[in-house]
């Protein structure tokens, strides 16, 4: 039975290794991350680099890791084309609403409302809508929701998603309650809270976040370098 593995490497960053042995990164930020628990040097060979928008804290070590793994960037047009700029070769552009089938899998990206710097970016010609990703792995449908407010457009997803990634953090981005709220939108099978801790300014307690969730999907709080296997 095939089964996609999730490692959380705190705030919003994730890798995947799917049962063929693809490896990916989702929102890569290990260097300068507190919350981290390996270093970006310590990430090993990679075929895909996903990036949701390019706030530092996304996208920081995106390029550097595309460039000493080869791994395909896959981003929104803006973000590509900036990292091109910057020395990487392999890369697919993608906008919001539109989906393409890598070998693994579908991914589709999702609206999300935040901001759109791109760090690096010292000329602002990059600036980008920031995204989310929705993506087939090993049979697994997950969501990464990005850096996102609560928005409409989640009804959308009912259905379609298995195992959601929200962040919860509040300040900049949902906090609990829109969690909640985008939890009853979309009804994922699991939840796993993302995009917290990391400053005083997104602290939250997830005991708390559980026990507003309830009944309406099961959350799985990780904390760095552990894994949930996607089923």
């Given at each position: ?42 990430v ?5 680099i ?18 000493r ?19 990487v ?17 579908r ?48 009804k ?34 699991t ?10 300014l ?5 005991d ?24």
């Open positions: 039975m095939r089964m996609a593995k999730l490692t959380f490497h705190g705030q919003s960053t994730f890798t995947a290794e799917l049962d063929d042995g693809t490896r990916m990164v989702i929102d890569p930020w290990f260097d300068e991350n507190p919350m981290a628990d390996i270093s970006a040097d310590e090993g060979d990679l075929d895909f996903f990036c949701t928008h390019g706030h530092f804290d996304h996208f920081a070590d995106a390029i550097p890791l595309a460039k793994t080869g791994a395909t960037l896959v981003s929104t047009f803006e973000i590509v084309s900036f990292a091109q700029t910057q020395g070769e392999a890369a697919h552009p993608m906008h919001i609403g539109g989906g393409y089938s890598f070998p693994f899998g991914v589709k990206m999702t609206a999300a409302l935040h901001g759109g710097q791109v760090a690096g970016d010292e000329t602002g010609q990059f600036s980008t809508l920031p995204a989310g990703f929705l993506m087939e792995l090993d049979g697994t449908r997950l969501y990464h929701a990005g850096d996102t407010a609560l928005l409409m457009d989640m959308l997803l009912e259905g379609e998603v298995d195992v959601a990634l929200l962040p919860i953090g509040d300040n900049f981005t949902m906090g609990p309650d829109d969690a909640v709220r985008a939890i009853d939108f979309i009804k994922p099978h939840v796993v809270p993302i995009h917290y801790d990391t400053f005083d997104i602290k939250q307690d997830t708390a976040f559980r026990e507003k969730v309830g009944d309406r999907a099961r959350v799985e709080v990780l904390a760095p370098g552990e894994t949930l296997e996607l089923s």
